[in-house]
């Protein structure tokens, strides 16, 4: 018969074995929300499809010249669908101008390292006001076209929701993938530039911030609303939950559980939030489904990862 201190040691043993299995099924995520198995290179050619988006957004609408204007010969693909030159006031016209150019720096050093040929493929986009205007009529109703319609290139307050939208996802996707890329030179490469998009995330939200409380024209709600909204669509669409916040929050929500101020959200610790590439594409497409094409990359988007996706139907 076993005595009773080992009774005691064995009984303690199956007692901490039974909290780790506990512990470990409790902060495991459900399927959907896991990060993707992909190699380094298939992150970052995912990747290029976000930044081509944010370039081509930014550089358009503030100059009216995309990536291969700046940079002949860099990418190659169809040119977007429904750019504009936004009406734009000249110290924000500047701003976006500055952020559109340096992406294109960020663009062609990971071509280079990431040892992929220029020109790249670049997806067709969709930057539309009509594209715009499926996000917000989802917002206001989900139902019916929102009256009088969106369009992000009618003015400054319109375009800087735009902007931030674009940013988010670029700053989203380096937050997720930066714990698992392998090699130092790429490692160092995607620090790089990921500190550089969440400065141009928080100067962003710092304009809206200055806003909060101004219309959208023509609607007759405020920039604090639509980002407060926004937020909670892209949550929904994303269904992993929350990982978008606007502008003003509930105090519990905010630093500390002490200001309503949101400028940069974060989790409870004022980390980051990040997303995987299924989560995004639920979010640009429109549809909840990251194997369902739609709004900003109506053909989906390039790259090994994406093609593994639709495969799996990794929904």
């Known amino acids: 018969m076993a005595s ?62 995309g990536i291969n204007d700046i940079s002949p010969g860099l990418v190659q693909g169809p040119i977007p669908i429904g750019a504009a030159v936004a009406n734009l006031d000249n110290a924000t016209r500047k701003i976006i101008e500055e952020f559109g150019l340096a992406s294109i720096g960020h663009l062609r050093v ?13 997806p067709l986009l969709d930057i539309s006001p009509q594209t715009y205007n499926t996000f917000v009529t989802m917002i206001l109703n989900g139902t019916k076209k929102s009256n009088p319609s969106y369009n992000p290139y009618a003015n400054t307050n319109s375009f800087l929701f735009a902007a931030v939208f674009a940013s988010s996802f670029l700053k989203q996707y380096y937050a997720g993938i930066m714990p698992s890329i392998i090699g130092k030179d790429e490692r160092e490469l995607l620090s790089g530039i990921a500190l550089y998009e969440a400065g141009v995330f928080g100067a962003l939200r710092a304009e809206l911030n200055a806003r909060v409380n101004l219309t959208v024209p023509p609607f007759n709600f405020t920039v604090g609303n639509l980002t407060n909204l926004s937020a909670q669509l892209a949550n929904r669409l994303a269904g992993c939950g929350v990982k978008d916040e606007g502008l003003i929050v509930p105090l519990q929500l905010g630093a500390e559980n002490r200001t309503s101020s949101n400028i940069v959200p974060g989790n409870a610790n004022s980390l980051a939030y990040a997303r995987s590439a299924r989560e995004i594409l639920r979010i640009v497409f429109t549809t909840g489904n990251a194997t369902r094409s739609g709004g900003i990359f109506p053909r989906g988007l390039n790259g090994a990862l994406y093609r593994r996706i639709l495969t799996l139907k990794l929904s």
Do not use: D, H
């Open 4 to 65: 009773r201190p080992c009774l005691y040691a064995f009984l303690l043993l199956l007692a901490f074995q039974s909290t780790m299995i506990k512990v470990n099924t409790v902060s495991l995520p459900p399927p959907e929300c896991r990060p993707e198995v992909a190699s380094t290179k298939e992150k970052f050619e995912f990747l290029l499809n976000l930044l081509i988006f944010k370039i081509e957004l930014f550089l358009r609408s503030s100059i009216g010249r």
């Open 110 to 122: 990971i071509i280079n390292t990431s040892l992929l040929n220029a020109p790249i493929p670049m």
